[in-house]
């Protein structure tokens, strides 16, 4: 299963323009299913992340779209937390990963600092998988650019799409 990962958009409050570098990969790439965490800010953004594969969205402090502020989904035998990170105070892994194991999740996937993170963490016994996948668009201190997942039963593999 190939999952297509996204976060900071900010289409229709930044920009009037489709993400097209990130729509262009989607198109070549043809994931499975995309999660977007979060400042998605306009429907038409999902509309256009759903010709490609079901999207799943959550809320970001710059959204005004009734998309909740958190999910938890199954990828084969992976559960990953989407959420955007806006509610906590500071967005340190310590934080993260008591948030990862508070949901129950093997991936803890966020947003909001338009930064790309990956890192591994055991906390009690459980590993947790923390993922920021940056921003396609308004990237910070950054190359612009999303994640491709791609999971196999228990193993997930990462691979970074950047734009330049």
């Known amino acids: 299963m190939i999952i297509a990962v996204t976060s900071d958009t900010h289409h229709g409050d930044k920009t009037n323009n489709l993400p097209s570098l990130l729509l262009r990969e989607l198109g070549k790439r043809r994931p499975d299913l995309i999660l977007h965490a979060g400042d998605v800010t306009s429907p038409e953004l999902l509309e256009a992340l759903e010709e490609f594969a079901p999207t799943i969205a959550v809320r970001g402090n710059a959204d005004h779209l009734n998309l909740p502020e958190e999910k938890v989904l199954e990828a084969e035998d992976v559960r990953i937390g989407l959420l955007h990170g806006h509610q906590f105070f500071s967005l340190n892994a310590q934080f993260l990963t008591l948030k990862a194991l508070d949901m129950g999740v093997d991936v803890l996937i966020f947003g909001h600092t338009h930064r790309f993170y990956h890192e591994a963490y055991s906390l009690h016994g459980e590993k947790v998988t923390l993922l920021n996948p940056g921003s396609p668009t308004f990237p910070r201190m950054d190359s612009a650019g999303f994640v491709l997942l ?14 330049w």
């Not at 039963?153 to 990462?158: A, C, K, M, R, Y």
């Open 150 to 163: 791609h999971v196999d039963g228990e193993n997930i593999g990462l691979e970074r799409i950047t734009f």
